[in-house]
Nanobody, 121 residues
């Protein structure tokens, strides 16, 4: 079974930075698009950033210029560098990846368990 494990969340002051990581493991043939979502209490889960296998990226407007998504295909890992953090960035952050697994060959969207990011003074 494929698993996504996130790390790097925590408590940070406004204006601070965090770097989230999400590593995929298991019976993986290929990983396609990888994404970061976030969900604040009482709100829906929203897409924050995505990155294709060739490195093309997209971001929600509220994080453009502050967050950077990247990936290391050799490590099956996606990162989210979060700078100039604001209280509104407080949420549980989830990684998501479209993964073709073996031996089934199915392309399935997988989710990590989530990591808490709290921006507060």
């Amino acid at each position: 079974q494929v698993q996504l494990v996130e790390s790097g969340g925590g408590l940070v002051q406004p204006g601070g930075s965090l770097r989230l990581s999400c590593a995929a493991s298991g019976s993986i043939f290929s990983i396609y698009t990888m994404r970061w979502y976030r969900q604040a209490p009482g709100k829906q889960r929203d897409l924050v950033a995505g990155i294709s296998r060739d490195g093309s990226t997209n971001y929600v407007d509220s994080v453009k210029g502050r967050f950077t998504i990247s990936r290391d295909n050799a490590k099956n890992t996606v990162y989210l560098q979060m700078n100039s953090l604001k209280p509104d960035d407080t949420a549980v952050y989830y990684c998501n990846a479209d993964i073709q697994s073996v031996p089934t060959g199915y392309l399935i969207g997988y989710w990590g368990q989530g990591t808490q990011v709290t921006v507060s003074s």
